[in-house]
């Protein structure tokens, strides 16, 4: 590690308690805020302002609908007073970004009440990290991070409670091989992002090419500034100390000037946030701290890293040896897959060198890859015990905290498909909330999406703000039915936006299939002309995102309004309807150009698909809805006719016999090898099904009796 980078600076920008009494000065406000509120964002190039801009800006448009479009509560008014963001304070220089807020009930509900949001802006307390320090470090640690990460993941499958035992052994089986298929797909793909930050290094310093040494240093800086944060965090202790100092600084302003406190922090914001928390032993240094709201958390996965870093010398070896394994087996299916394409265009001398390089590639790869992951699994068996600790030291300074200020509520949410988060917080601890709750369902861009949801995020955030700072009659707790009822609906919007994206993803699948079978056109021509439609920005899924955001509108003023409404209205039916028709387009044209078992097996595989996705992005965790009643496979297999042992068996039985009938049919019966292969995947289709129908009438009657609850509106306000 480098000696010669700069040591913690000082920011030079005014003091955030100096920017908010000029404020009030100015304002003429005397009193406290009856509210503030800290927003801490989370690592990568985070310019000031920028939190306030966008996650503030969500904010307050939420607040301003929910106060002046409410229904029987009665609708009121909210009013900017102040705001020193993008410049539009008259001389506000280089202010720390805040906003104050008056938020005045109806007549007769009371007095305004005033809230203070301000930014807890840590980005720039600290140098950035260097390439050349974070790469080695990052190669090391990235495989065992994001192979933990999907193990996680694979953990939350589950089972329904109440299925039936005997279902229960097909349905075991089935999770199961998916659990294990995600273990290895996450540890080659965390090592195909090590191999590129390893190309990155190689590019920019060994090409001739001014472009591509250009482009490498480019991508070197984006990572280093997002992911080095988390390098320098774990272990840089200097470094993490500067973070949270800035941010305890922040909170010190916005405590001293407000009755009541709540700090909103994202990502690797929660351990910045909670460093500063946690180092705060003191009652004076917390009061009037009552709530820690922490989304897409980084917590747990930052004190496991750091835990990990120590150790890092003791597993180096193996480590290097998962990520060249991992390399060398993503090196040679890139060759598997480039020969298979280009080999009908390459000159037939060309063509028959590269089919005697095919096979000694593919067993390269099959071979390296059943050894990666066989020592990523050993791998993440030696760390357990580094995630139990990570888990631990967590709640031991979480009890340190609750002594010092027993109010303190701590309120973790999670999107379903985040793989910052990666699921609940996963620590026994006092006042400890650790909900699941679904923006897209779409782990790209999940992690960044949480102020978009309005149907869920928002609600349940800003419900707890209400009751903290008023007024009161906007509040609602989080066993309120009418946030169970706005979440159950976002449940069924999400599982149906996911269902929809594998049906237009299938469509353009099948469309490919299509223009191949149908007019005989080379593989490689439909390729590039979907290549050039996406290239020129025509992405269906666009045109998908804008319908269910318009559609998700609707619902917003639902709650907003709290009436009483059907699950589904004819306008979602619609929707689903023109999804469903491109889905089966493809099979109906495969089906007219008499390639009927080509047809079969698209529809098959697009429902399988549809079906394998909402049961691995939805797993675990505790819903505001409160109807997943599932069970871990653990206790599933527990729950089975004979216990665990028999449950082990059949398992092992069911995939020998499935793999057996395959390896049979393709020996034996080539012939008859695609239709072993549909009654397989049929097989498994019917039991997952069987299970998602009867969750979802089991889910239907939740929610009719949670959407009995909510009070009934005044004639007058319903839509």
């Known amino acids: 590690m480098k000696s010669g980078l700069r040591g913690p600076r000082v920011l030079k920008s005014a003091d955030m308690a100096e920017a908010i009494q000029d404020s009030r000065e100015r304002l003429g406000l005397s009193q406290a805020f009856d509210l503030g509120v800290l927003l801490v964002h989370g690592m990568g190039e985070q310019k000031r302002r920028a939190t306030l801009d966008t996650d503030g800006g969500e904010i307050l448009e939420w607040l301003r609908k929910r106060v002046e479009t409410a229904g029987a509560d ?6 900017i007073l102040d705001e020193v ?18 938020i005045t009930p109806p007549p007769g509900a009371g007095a305004p009440a005033y809230w203070l949001i301000a930014e807890g802006w840590w980005a720039e307390s600290f140098p950035p990290a260097d390439y050349e320090e974070f790469a080695p470090w990052a190669r090391a640690a990235g495989p065992l991070v994001g192979a933990t990460v999907i193990a996680d993941i694979a953990r939350r499958l589950e089972v329904g409670k109440d299925v039936n035992p005997w279902l229960r052994l097909l349905l075991i089986p089935v999770r199961f091989p998916i659990g294990l298929a995600m273990v290895a797909i996450g540890a080659l793909a965390a090592f195909a992002v090590s191999l590129y930050g390893l190309v990155l290094g190689r590019a920019a310093k060994m090409t001739s090419l001014p472009f591509v040494a250009r482009w490498a240093l480019s991508k070197q800086r984006t990572l280093a500034a997002g992911q080095g944060d988390a390098y320098l965090f774990a272990t840089r202790p200097e470094y993490s100390k500067a973070m949270a100092d800035k941010v305890r600084s922040d909170l010190a302003a916005v405590r001293e000037q407000s009755m009541v406190v709540a ?13 500063a928390l946690t180092t705060s032993r003191s009652p004076a240094a917390i009061h009037p701290v009552r709530l820690f709201v922490t989304y897409g958390q980084g917590l747990r996965k930052l004190f496991f890293t750091r835990e990990a870093a120590t150790s890092l010398p003791q597993l180096a070896s193996t480590v290097g040896a998962i990520s060249q394994l991992g390399a060398l087996a993503i090196v040679a299916l890139a060759l598997i897959g480039v020969t298979l394409l280009a080999r009908p265009f390459l000159p037939d001398a060309l063509a ?5 390089v095919l096979g000694p590639a593919a067993i390269v790869a099959m071979i390296s890859g059943v050894l990666a992951v066989v020592l990523e699994v050993e791998l993440l068996r030696s760390c357990r015990r580094i995630w139990v600790q990570s888990g631990q030291n967590i709640e031991k300074d979480w009890s340190k905290v609750r002594e010092v ?6 309120l973790d949410l999670w999107a379903s498909s985040d793989p910052a988060s990666v699921g609940p917080l996963s620590v026994v601890g006092e006042r400890i909330d650790s909900y699941k709750i679904r923006n897209r369902a779409w782990p790209p861009v999940d992690h960044d999406v949480y102020w978009m949801n309005h149907t869920e995020y928002l609600p349940i955030v800003l419900s707890c703000l209400f009751e903290l700072g008023g007024p009161t009659l906007y509040a609602a707790a989080l066993d309120d039915p009418r946030l169970a009822v706005t979440a159950m609906r976002r449940h069924t919007r999400v599982h149906w936006l996911v269902t929809t994206r594998v049906f237009l993803a299938g469509a353009a699948g099948g469309g490919l299939v299509v223009a191949v079978v149908g007019a005989g056109l080379p593989l490689w021509i439909p390729l590039v002309a979907a290549a050039v439609l996406l290239k020129l920005g025509v992405r269906p899924w666009r045109w998908l995102d804008a319908g269910w955001s318009s559609l998700v509108t609707a619902d917003e003023t639902t709650y907003f309004r709290g009436v009483r409404l059907p699950l589904w209205s004819a306008a979602w039916w619609l929707f689903g309807a023109l999804a469903a028709l491109l889905a089966i387009l493809p099979a109906v044209l495969l089906l007219l150009l008499g390639r009927e078992p080509l047809g079969a097996v698209y529809l098959i595989a697009v429902a399988f698909t549809a079906l394998l996705a909402l049961t691995v992005l939805s797993g675990g965790g505790s819903t505001f809805g409160r109807r997943e009643q599932k069970e871990t496979l653990r206790l599933a297999m527990r729950g089975a006719p004979g216990g665990a042992p028999v449950v082990i068996v059949v398992t092992a039985a069911a995939i020998t016999v499935l793999v057996l009938a395959l390896v049979l049919a393709a020996l034996a019966a080539p012939g008859l090898f695609g239709t072993v292969l549909l009654l397989e995947v049929g097989i498994v289709l019917l039991a997952m099904a069987a299970e998602g129908i009867r969750e979802y009438w089991r889910f239907r009657t939740e929610f009719a009796e949670r959407s009995a609850k909510l009070p009934p509106p005044p004639a007058s306000r319903r839509p």
């Open 405 to 410: 200020a027993p109010e303190l509520k701590w």
């Open 352 to 356: 028959a060198i590269l089919a005697i």
């Open 74 to 79: 009665g609708a009121g008014m909210v009013e």
């Open 263 to 275: 700090i909103v922090a994202h990502s690797m914001g929660t351990g910045v946030s909670w460093e």
């Open 85 to 102: 963001q993008r410049g539009v304070a008259a001389g506000d220089g280089d202010l720390p970004a805040h906003v104050i807020v008056r």
